[in-house]
């Protein structure tokens, strides 16, 4: 078992921005809790000064969701699950999946998971 947390970078749908954020916060955060093995989840917006140096190119991703998991294998077998297969069979037979994805998010968004190498220090 592997602690890990897994990032998401992501944009709104151009002028469904508040929309996005409403979905994003009061829904997803806590349908994305409720999967097996995930136990924190938080969302960052792009700070305004969040260039560190003259030449780092502009950001491609305005938001991105943080996600901890206490097993990580456990959790993205979960999570790819209810995304791909229960959403298909979902979908297919004309209900609601369990993992609603809104049409505020731009589908062209980048995710990885990163594997605990460390103990937490503070």
Do not use: C
Request: net charge negative; proline share 6%.
């Amino acid at each position: 078992m592997s602690r890990g947390i897994l990032l998401v970078f992501s944009n709104p749908v151009d002028g469904r921005e508040e929309e996005y954020n409403a979905w994003y916060t009061e829904h997803h955060l806590d349908e994305i809790l409720a999967i097996d093995g995930f136990v924190l989840a938080q969302r960052f917006r792009l700070a305004d000064d969040a260039r560190m140096t003259r030449d780092t190119p502009d950001a491609p991703y305005r938001y991105l969701a943080f996600y901890e998991a206490e097993d990580r294998e456990r959790a993205d077998s979960a999570l790819f699950e209810l995304a791909r297969r229960e959403r298909a069979e979902a979908l297919a037979a004309g209900r609601t999946p369990k993992l609603v994805m809104s049409p505020a998010m731009d589908p062209d968004l980048r995710t990885w998971w990163y594997e605990s190498i460390s103990e937490p220090r503070s």
